[in-house]
């Protein structure tokens, strides 16, 4: 059956609650063929989440709801083992008894914060470095990941490329791991363009997918600026208590980024991925769809991600196009794909932004 992890926002909630409520789902779970595996509660936060296995949405809210009236606000299909990876455990962990001694109460928070991590493009590596060097960089690159994470208590969600998402429940512990890891890597990293953004937040939100929304905050801050940077979330920023070292030859590596520069972000990230495929799409488009006027647009873009929409679009389409060159398609179905005009004007925006044709790209192992 498949596996469903749910959000419950219930303020004031206490740990007790959360125990009992978890045990009246138990009573009653076989008479809607779920099984509770286990529980998160966040005193602070007013939050719980329920992993249950199920055999479908519509059975956990039911079960939910007669045993305790406590309706998801918010429920997802997901992974045990992604479960496992971010969250540490798929079961209960070790608690404490109450009066009660059927009753398991335990205060364990499914916060996290989370580090992507990410490089140029190993193809175009191995172009601007040579095949040998690009590998030993890449293998450095993840040997000091591992050990930073192991260090750091952080624990290691998804190696995909040339990206890492680890989770933390520290956010000092995930900000000293970032910085160890560009530290250690400063040479190496300017090489490989390594960028890092921390984010924090649940697990389940609007995101159909574990932690999504965070993760996606997380890539979009890691990719605006200069590369050999922490670009870290407003969230993370109001927890963390700096400590002075942050810098690396007298270049402060952290990017602060305030709510409102996050909101834009977000909105302007989200309006470029859902229309980049568009080659009739223009700034005015933008500009109606995010209710912002050209000149306001220009500004804000120029200000957060170092680039005016026009040439923010082209750098998405040109990075989207990496991955489509890795498939089947030929340069004319990429460049379409990708939102371009015409294909001659993919390849001379290609050959003008990474020096080397789409066609040696894609030919490139």
Request: net charge neutral; aromatic share 8%; with cysteine.
């Amino acid at each position: 059956m498949p596996i469903f992890m749910d959000c419950h926002i219930v303020p004031g909630i206490e740990a007790q609650n959360a125990a009992e409520a978890h045990r009246e789902d138990l009573r009653i779970q076989d008479k809607f063929g779920c099984r509770c595996m286990t529980y998160w509660v966040d005193e602070e936060r007013g939050s719980a989440f329920c992993l249950v296995d199920g055999p479908d949405e519509v059975s956990v809210k039911k079960m939910h709801d007669m045993a305790h009236g406590l309706i998801p606000h918010e429920i997802i299909q997901v992974n045990s083992n992604v479960v496992e990876a971010f969250l540490g455990r798929i079961h209960d962990p070790e608690g404490y008894y109450g009066v009660d001694p059927d009753l398991k109460i335990f205060n364990d928070p499914a916060f996290r914060i989370i580090m992507v991590s990410g490089t140029k493009d190993t193809r175009l590596q191995k172009k601007a470095l040579g095949r040998e060097k690009a590998a030993k960089l890449m293998a450095l690159y993840h040997e000091m990941m591992r050990s930073a994470l192991q260090e750091y208590e952080g624990r290691e969600v998804e190696l995909e490329g040339e990206g890492f998402i680890a989770s933390f429940v520290s956010v000092t512990q995930a900000v000293r791991c970032a910085l160890a890891l560009q530290k250690g890597l400063h040479v190496a990293g300017e090489l490989i363009d390594l960028r890092i953004g921390l984010n924090a937040g649940m697990p389940v939100s609007k995101s159909k997918s574990l932690f999504g929304n965070t993760i996606e905050m997380a890539k979009y801050l890691s990719g605006i600026g200069p590369g050999n940077q922490i670009a870290i979330a407003s969230i993370v920023r109001e927890i963390y208590k700096e400590d002075g070292q942050n810098t690396v030859n007298g270049k402060n590596l952290f990017k602060w980024i305030g709510p409102t520069d996050e909101s834009f972000l977000g909105l302007l990230m989200n309006t470029m991925a859902a229309n980049w495929q568009n080659p009739d799409v223009k700034v005015g488009d933008f500009c109606r769809q995010m209710s912002m006027s050209k000149s306001k647009l220009f500004r804000r873009s120029t200000e957060i991600t170092g680039m005016s929409p026009n040439n923010l679009l082209r750098e998405y389409r040109l990075l989207r196009s990496l991955d489509l060159l890795k498939t089947d398609r030929n340069i004319f179905q990429t460049a379409f794909d990708a939102g371009f005009t015409s294909p001659s004007y993919f390849t001379k925006c290609f050959q003008k932004r990474f020096d080397i044709q789409p066609l040696s790209y894609q030919k490139e192992q």
